[in-house]
């Protein structure tokens, strides 16, 4: 990760460094962004913040009650008495000192921000009035969360709206996105993103990288930082963000977007190439997707393949997991458009930040390592089978791969297998073509997978590594949480022996191995990749130019020599800082 530009320093503005999530650059103005309950900022404060929290609310409040003043005198001949009634409760209580006093009281016992505080009293005042038998406060329930709305809209100066029908171009800062937000979000108006919560992997990151939306994620109080209408510079490279920047700023980065815009000029013969190292060896470059519109992006930047189809992206956004004709028409249409190449396509991962719809009832302590991927797939059959169906009724139409996430033991392995063969069986029952010899993948994503890979190799036709968890599950850190991003390492000697590891058995047993995690689109990475044995990578599709600029200008040789080099350092920091060098001395200025 690059630091602050030296020119920056003596720039007078708002300079926040956050975690690079999605390259790229853009100037413009903000939209604070909130959905209910989900996105209220939660961050401890001190004692000291304490007044100023408590003033800010007092504030919040103040304006809420002229604003409801303000819609009595202008609306007051047309109102009947009801809704003047209902104004003049809610006025009310926003004047209720027993009310105000409590959220006082809060913010010093918990040290946390008012927005939370204030979320939380209402969440509890709720539960009061559902569990009482009088009705009339029964339905107080709505006026409470129209009250509480308008307050929160007031301290964080939001309006309410979705991501999905802005007018106008906007980068949207808020507490965190949820990966559903994300994908159903404008992408025409969404210029950038810029988040208090979330790390590199976490899937919102992914999402912005894929529809090559720059995002600056882990920027813990952003959403306190700006509002509605803000200039805001973003700069997904670098992991920055500038708030209200000046005229230089801005001329500095109207330089540095040139300089970008050159560097994708200079990459974009290798669409056309194809990855082979300067010593003969091809590496096979597949792209990972969320939804069937990315394809362009795909063949656009010149991918052999897709190495991971996320599927739960478009199950979610479109409750799709009923319907198997569907989905065997997204699948088909997905294999039409590939023209014959590979399209490797993951079963539902849901589970984790990923919901489906019917499912967020289930609260669990530890989602991460919870009900998530084959887990939830093999305990809810019927999503499962309508699935693989789909998948299978697909598979004539191209060459159609099917992988599994989160396998953690072969048991797991062997229910899948007995699963695939149940759906073939019904298929052929009911006459319907399919092919019988589609290859079945397991992602190699949880540690124990790596250990036991060499009997897990045996069950199926290819392994997929997928960094992401890999990371998470071994350096035991959720990969969305800002607060330890900077214990996220791909280069932590663990992670780089696991990895060796499974391209090992994978060889030993005859499999193809491919790395679909984000590792496999940093170029910085990719020497180590290859140097590891990985002869197949998947990455975001904007990333593969920049990684085949990078294959085409090394050698195998001289990779194993590096790996050698990197497999005698005990620390990811030692290993990331000599690999940074390396780059930079060889490839300048090209990242
Ligand atoms: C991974 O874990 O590396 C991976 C590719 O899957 P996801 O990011 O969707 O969890
Ligand atoms: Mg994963």
């Known amino acids: 990760m690059t630091s602050i530009d030296k020119d920056f320093i003596f720039i007078p503005m708002e300079i926040i460094k956050g975690i690079s999530a999605s390259p790229g650059i853009y100037i413009g103005k903000v939209f604070l962004y909130y959905e209910e309950n989900l996105n209220i900022p939660k961050y401890e404060i001190t004692a000291k913040d304490v007044k100023n929290e408590h003033s800010r609310f007092l504030e919040a409040i103040e304006k809420a009650r002229n604003e409801l003043e303000a819609i009595k005198e202008k609306a007051y001949l047309q109102m009947g008495d009801k809704e003047l009634l209902m104004l003049d409760s809610h006025i009310l209580m926003l004047s209720d000192p027993d009310f105000i006093n409590q959220v006082s009281s809060a913010l010093e016992k918990q040290l946390r921000n008012v927005e939370w505080v204030l979320f939380e009293a209402i969440e509890a005042l709720i539960e009061k009035l559902k569990s009482s038998r009088n009705s009339y406060l029964q339905d107080r329930e709505s006026d409470l969360k129209d009250v509480s709305k308008r307050v929160l809209n007031n301290l964080m100066f939001t309006e309410r709206i979705t991501l999905s029908e802005l007018d106008s171009p906007y980068i949207i800062a808020a507490h965190d996105l949820l990966p559903s937000d994300a994908i159903t979000m404008d992408k025409k108006n969404i210029k950038g ?13 992914i999402i912005a990288r894929s529809f090559e939306i720059p995002a600056v994620v882990g920027l813990s109080t952003i959403t306190r930082k700006v509002r509605t209408g803000v200039d805001v510079i973003v700069d997904g490279d670098s992991g920055i963000v500038v708030v209200d920047p000046d005229d230089a700023a801005i001329l500095l980065y ?15 013969p290798y669409v056309k190439k194809e990855a082979v190292t300067d010593d003969g060896q091809k590496i096979i470059m597949k792209a990972n997707i969320e939804l069937p519109e990315e394809i362009e992006s795909v063949i656009d930047h010149g ?36 023209e014959g190449r590979p399209v490797t396509i993951r079963t539902l991962d849901i589970g984790g930040d990923k919901i489906l719809p019917g499912y967020d009832e289930h609260h669990e302590k530890n989602p991460l390592l919870g009900w998530r991927g084959i887990r939830f797939c093999l305990s809810n059959n019927n999503a499962f089978k309508i699935q693989l169906r789909a998948l299978f ?6 060459d159609l791969r099917i992988m599994f996430p989160m396998i953690s033991c072969i048991e797991e392995m062997d229910e899948v297998l007995e699963i695939i063969d149940k759906v073939k069986q019904e298929l052929r029952n009911e006459k319907i073509d399919f092919k019988d010899n589609v290859p079945i993948g397991v992602m190699i994503e949880v540690p124990a997978a790596v250990l036991a ?21 071994t350096i035991a850190i959720d990969r969305g949480n800002e607060k330890i991003a900077y214990l996220y390492q791909p280069y932590h000697p663990a992670v780089i022996r696991l990895i060796k590891m499974t391209v090992d058995a994978g060889k030993k047993a005859g499999i193809p191995v491919s790395l679909c995690g984000e ?51 005990g620390s990811g920091t030692e290993i990331n800082s000599y690999l940074e060098n390396w780059f930079n001395g060889r490839f300048s200025g090209l990242k």
């Open 453 to 473: 890979a060499e009997f897990l190799a045996k069950k199926v036709n290819f392994f997929s590594i997928g960094t992401n968890d890999l990371i998470q599950y």
């Open 519 to 569: 590792v496999g689109g940093d170029p910085v990475a990719t020497i180590v990749l290859l140097g590891l044995g990985l002869e197949e990578l998947s990455m975001s599709p904007a990333s593969i130019p920049i990684v085949k600029k990078v294959i085409r200008n090394v050698e195998i040789k001289e990779a194993k020599k590096m790996i050698e080099t990197i497999l005698e350092m």
């Open 193 to 205: 993103i810029i988040l208090d919560a979330g790390g590199r992997t976490s899937h919102t990151a």
């Open 254 to 268: 109207a330089d540095k977007l040139e300089r970008k815009v050159e560097t994708t000029r200079q990459l974009r």
């Open 303 to 338: 991918a052999d393949g897709i190495g991971l189809f996320r599927s739960e992206f478009l199950l979610l956004q479109s409750e799709l997991h009923t319907s198997e004709d569907k989905q065997c028409e997204i699948y088909k249409s997905l294999l039409d458009k590939m």
């Open 393 to 398: 009724r697909a598979s004539v139409h191209g």
